[in-house]
């Protein structure tokens, strides 16, 4: 069973929104309550970076980027985190993945974004 699954991206125009999902197959409840995780994005022929983190106690941090416009949230009940993103441009493109900050798991497929100008 792979460890995460992405899903939720899509092709949409400069102004729009997405709600991106990502489900922690292997974590036990218990488990996941306690991670910290976040939301990585890797652009054409560029290297993946952290764009957004959210704690165990759903503090949440995001790079200048996407302030103001992307939001993390967890679901810890049913072992889901999720990216709801607002005012996309163009620069939004790329492949988002989801994974703790540390001890991680291998990379899912993640889900593809791309913003049309």
């Known amino acids: 069973q792979v460890p995460l699954v992405e899903s939720g991206g899509g092709l949409v125009q400069t102004g729009g929104s997405l709600r991106l999902s990502c489900k922690f197959t292997?974590?036990?409840?218990?488990?996941?309550?306690?991670?910290?995780m976040g939301w990585y994005r890797q652009a054409p022929g560029k290297q993946r970076e952290l764009i957004a983190t959210?704690?165990?106690?759903?503090?949440?941090d995001y790079v200048e980027s996407v302030k103001g416009r992307f939001s993390i949230s967890r679901d810890n009940a049913n072992r889901k985190l999720y990216l709801q993103m607002n005012s996309l441009k163009p620069e939004d493109t790329g492949t988002y993945y989801c994974?703790?900050?540390?001890?991680?798991?291998?990379w899912g497929q993640g889900t593809q974004v791309t913003v049309s100008s």
């Open positions: 994974n703790l900050l540390t001890n991680q798991y291998s």
């Open positions: 959210i704690t165990s106690a759903r503090t949440t």
């Open positions: 292997r974590m036990i409840l218990s488990e996941f309550n306690n991670k910290a």
